[in-house]
């Protein structure tokens, strides 16, 4: 089936139920994608093994929860073809922005001074405070 061979990108969603646990281990040994896997079980202490493979095989592992995007709290990863990277607000933030240190002492008069720079919309220091 053609949705089962192609990575998706979408409100679809392919489930396929396995009955031997080898074959999980076979079809995620031969796949070239790896975004995310959920595992629905009563026991999820029974199936430490699978997750540690699916740990090495998805970069997101959902127990009794379907796949979700959520970059916007947890970073968004993948292994083998698929997401190769980090996403997610703060590593897109990071690639558009240039870190600096701005400091002062801690103290009654650096806090007013910080304070004056953001009120004079600085802009370094307005996304400090």
Known sequence: MRVWHEEQFGPLVPIVPFTEIED??????????????????SEPSKYTEL?????????????????????????????????LGTLSITEALKTVSIES?????D?????QGMLALSSA???CVSTLI
């Open 24 to 41: 999980v281990y076979a079809y995620l040994a031969s796949s070239i994608f790896g975004q995310q896997a959920s595992v629905f079980t």
């Open 51 to 83: 997750f540690d493979v699916l740990a090495n095989s998805v970069g997101r592992i959902n127990i009794n929860a379907q796949c979700q995007r959520g970059p916007d709290y947890f970073p968004f990863t993948g292994r083998k073809s698929s997401a």
């Open 101 to 105: 240190v701005v400091a002062t002492k």
């Open 107 to 111: 103290n009654a008069k650096g806090k």
């Open 121 to 123: 919309q600085c802009n």
